[in-house]
Every structure is written in structure tokens, then in C-alpha cells.
């Protein structure tokens, strides 16, 4: 398997409310991909069972060869995947540019201080 991100027949629920029917997409490495659609089809709830905010009723989500179906939002952060929610409020005060680089800095060992700057995305996130 050559995938970085593969969703095999992912269904998900909000308690007796189910929304997603058998989900399957296979993203591979360098890939630029996205999910459109109307309002209410799944697509936020797609990105929500991906980073487990949302558990999945059944399925697969592997992750550069790894199952990572049913972990913890936090350790599928550590594992590489990041959301950004559409809500604006988050840190509302920081720029476009001080929000990711809060995000690079929290990726980053304890005490190293990595600027987001130093990684590849400086050059699409030009300040």
C-alpha cells in the first residue's frame, strides 16, 4: 500500500443519527485533495472520524500503514494529520500565519522552539 491516508467503508453516527454510509478514499503521498459538497452530506463529519473527534461505527482509517481508527484526537495529532475547524474563534486575535505556527510549536519537542517558518509550508505561507 502506497497510500498516506486510506478510508475503507467508514460509517459514523451521532448516537441513533447515522451520516456517514460506507465512506472509501485513498489519498496518496503529495496528493492535494478535496471533499465538496452540499451542506449536511458528511464531509466535516468525514475529517472528525479521521482525527477521532468523532469514533467510527465501523470501517478502516489507515495512516500511512497504521490503523488509526478509534484513537484519541490527541495521537492522531502526534501521528502527523491536523484540522483546522471552520470556526474563526479559536484564536481569533492571531493571524493567519501566528496560528500555524502555534500549531507547529505544540508538533515540536518540549523546550525546541520550531518555527513553522523552517518547514516547507513557508513557502505557500508567506508573510
Excluded: Q
Aim: proline share 4%.
Amino acid at each position: 500500500m502506497n497510500d498516506l491516508l486510506a478510508i475503507d467503508d467508514l460509517h459514523t453516527a451521532y448516537g441513533l443519527s447515522r451520516v456517514l454510509f460506507g465512506i472509501s478514499l485513498d489519498i496518496a503521498a503529495g496528493e492535494c485533495v478535496c471533499l465538496l459538497g452540499r451542506n449536511g452530506v458528511g464531509k466535516t463529519t468525514t475529517i472528525r472520524s479521521v482525527m477521532g473527534l468523532v469514533p467510527p461505527a465501523s470501517g478502516r482509517i489507515v495512516w500511512k500503514g497504521t490503523d488509526i481508527g478509534g484513537w484519541s484526537p490527541h495521537r492522531v495529532a502526534r501521528a502527523g494529520i491536523g484540522y483546522v475547524p471552520e470556526d474563526r474563534r479559536v484564536f481569533a486575535e492571531l493571524t493567519v500565519w501566528e496560528n500555524l505556527d502555534v500549531a507547529a510549536r505544540a508538533r515540536a519537542a518540549p523546550g525546541a522552539g520550531r518555527s513553522l517558518r523552517s518547514t516547507s509550508c513557508s513557502r505557500c505561507c508567506a508573510s
